[in-house]
């Protein structure tokens, strides 16, 4: 079950940081802030820049409710009006984890509830060299439940695709109607994982899209991010990486269009439909400061940098290399640093965040 594509850092951070405000009966001094304090005092490393981890899980009963399908570290570029968006693959393998990177969150908070973030940023920072200065996370839910209060949103779908390998909801384990004898015989095959829809299913469906405008519902729109097997180019991660941004910009753009960021009734209502789904660790004091924030950045330009494996059809060089299924990762698919260390993701990353002529150099 993989959620890759969520909320923009802004406007999802502050969501949740309004329950706090509401139990305290603090919404009248809020109000004036944002109203008539136009000065923004958030806590961050770098002078010039505010990093926000972003956390996409699926929640509630789905398979491996807290693992972290969309790792997002949004740079807010305060000096050049500027949103880099940093998109990490779940499947780093990290070495004190023992485990990849989408797991951080869920053992940080199965250790201690509410270290899940602590946790992750704690990883984030070791992979891109950029300390994430707050958190959120939310889940499946959420998302949908986010785009269709805003009315949908309007997507550009670049190429028509097929994905036959749609997760359903709920229907991971379903046998559809084969003997555990059967399965067992079935997994062992070489060809398990890619015969999958053939044998269950039961598990999946069919998702289509086509090329040109399309008008999303929050389901549809949590499909096209999700999508992780459709056919051709489209089921790489730099695909998915750019979806990721359209849904990204689509969803800030409504949401600046409906004047969200500044009807404080709309942020309310937003905010009681969304309690369940986002948890942050954005402090009481600086929810409006997001508030402001946000509205400052609306018309931001917004760079997408992705880290990846690259391409080898197009020759598009990477900084991640898949190396062979091993007992040093635990006979899972990974991803790590084709140096051995995260020393040259880290400098790429400085650089695009820096505006400088950022290359790739080809794997020796």
């Known amino acids: 079950?993989?959620?890759?594509?969520?909320?923009?850092?802004?406007?999802?951070?502050?969501?949740?940081?309004?329950?706090?405000?509401?139990?305290?009966?603090?919404?009248?001094?809020?109000?004036?802030?944002?109203?008539?304090?136009?000065?923004?005092?958030?806590?961050?490393?770098?002078?010039?820049?505010?990093?926000?981890?972003?956390?996409?899980?699926?929640?509630?009963?789905?398979?491996?409710?807290?693992?972290?399908?969309?790792?997002?570290?949004?740079?807010?570029?305060?000096?050049?009006?500027?949103?880099?968006?940093?998109?990490?693959?779940?499947?780093?393998?990290?070495?004190?984890?023992?485990?990849?990177?989408?797991?951080a969150y869920q053992i940080g908070d199965d250790k201690k509830k509410g270290d899940g973030l602590v946790l992750a940023k704690s990883v984030v920072d070791k992979v891109t060299g950029q300390d994430p200065d707050y958190g959120a996370v939310i889940d499946f839910s959420g998302f949908v439940k986010a785009v269709d209060l805003m009315g949908g949103i309007d997507i550009n779908v670049d190429d028509t695709f097929d994905d036959y390998q749609y997760p359903?909801?709920?229907?991971?384990?379903?046998?559809?109607?084969?003997?555990?004898?059967?399965?067992?015989?079935?997994?062992?095959?070489?060809?398990?994982?890619?015969?999958?829809?053939?044998?269950?299913?039961?598990?999946?469906?069919?998702?289509?899209?086509?090329?040109?405008?399309?008008?999303?519902?929050?389901?549809?729109?949590?499909?096209?991010?999700?999508?992780?097997?459709?056919?051709?180019?489209?089921?790489?991660?730099?695909?998915?990486?750019?979806?990721?941004?359209?849904?990204?910009?689509?969803?800030?753009?409504?949401?600046?269009?409906?004047?969200?960021?500044?009807?404080?009734?709309?942020?309310?209502?937003?905010?009681s439909t969304l309690q369940s789904s986002v948890q942050t660790d954005v402090p009481q004091n600086q929810f409006d400061d997001f508030i402001k924030l946000a509205q400052k950045f609306g018309s931001a330009k917004i760079n997408s940098v992705v880290i990846d494996y690259g391409d080898p059809v197009t020759k598009r060089p990477g900084l991640l290399i898949n190396p062979p299924i091993q007992s040093k990762y635990n006979y899972e698919w990974v991803l790590v640093p084709r140096t051995g260390n995260f020393d040259e993701i880290s400098s790429y990353i400085t650089c695009e965040l820096t505006g400088g002529n950022c290359q790739i150099a080809p794997s020796p």
């Open 168 to 271: 359903i909801d709920g229907k991971e384990a379903d046998p559809c109607g084969h003997t555990s004898s059967e399965i067992s015989k079935f997994t062992a095959t070489d060809s398990a994982e890619a015969d999958l829809p053939g044998f269950f299913p039961c598990r999946y469906i069919h998702v289509h899209f086509i090329k040109g405008m399309t008008h999303m519902s929050g389901e549809t729109a949590l499909e096209y991010v999700r999508s992780r097997h459709a056919q051709g180019d489209e089921g790489t991660d730099f695909a998915r990486s750019k979806r990721q941004e359209k849904i990204i910009k689509a969803i800030f753009q409504k949401a600046v269009s409906l004047q969200i960021l500044t009807n404080p009734a709309k942020i309310f209502s937003l905010y």
């Open 1 to 103: 079950m993989r959620f890759r594509k969520l909320l923009i850092g802004i406007f999802l951070v502050f969501l949740l940081g309004l329950e706090v405000l509401i139990k305290a009966g603090n919404v009248t001094p809020f109000l004036f802030q944002i109203l008539f304090n136009k000065n923004i005092e958030l806590n961050h490393s770098n002078p010039d820049s505010i990093n926000i981890l972003l956390l996409g899980i699926g929640g509630g009963n789905h398979e491996g409710a807290k693992l972290s399908d969309t790792i997002i570290l949004a740079n807010v570029n305060l000096k050049n009006q500027k949103i880099n968006l940093i998109s990490l693959p779940r499947d780093i393998w990290i070495k004190e984890l023992n485990g990849k990177i989408n797991s």
